[in-house]
């Protein structure tokens, strides 16, 4: 018969052992660490161009009142204005007589027309703050500000009335 010797074992049990715990070292040494990303926090603005309440007749002249005058309106004023706007059926044109008399006292507070066509970004931006709450989107802005440089005879005053008068204002 034909026998053929099985080769020896040269290895003996520790040395498996150690074979078997450097290599599963060797591998865990190449694997490749897991990529970190850091991000950057966006700064948000609220979008407050989905107003849904309707502003009651107080707050509408209250909040005019003060953006306009950087004070509070006297109760007695307030309550005034409220049966004036409350008594005429026509609210825009009602609303558009208060605003009318708003910028006829001599104590309202509007940038000047070389203000306003200085620096008409920055203008545009701190109307939309103040009026609507948010910032103004590119188009918006961009709308505004082409508008404001090729109307020579558009004001402050006029700019802030057809903010006063927008829908989107009317709404909170």
Known sequence: MNTQESPH?????????FAVAAASALLQACRK??????LETPLLQADNSSKTKLKTNEQFINILYTQLFQT???EDYLSALSTILT???DQ????EVVIANF?????????????MRNDIGTFVDATYKNFYLRHAGAAEKAWVTRFIE???????ELVYFAFALSNEYLYY
């Open 33 to 38: 660490q897991d990529d970190i990303y850091e």
């Open 72 to 74: 509070a309106p006297t």
């Open 9 to 17: 074992n040269t290895f003996s049990p520790k040395a498996t052992v």
């Open 92 to 95: 825009l044109l009602a609303r």
């Open 150 to 156: 090729t109307q020579p005879d558009f004001t402050p």
């Open 87 to 89: 008594s005429i059926g």
């Open 103 to 115: 910028f006829n006292t001599p104590e309202v507070q509007l940038p000047s027309n070389e203000e």
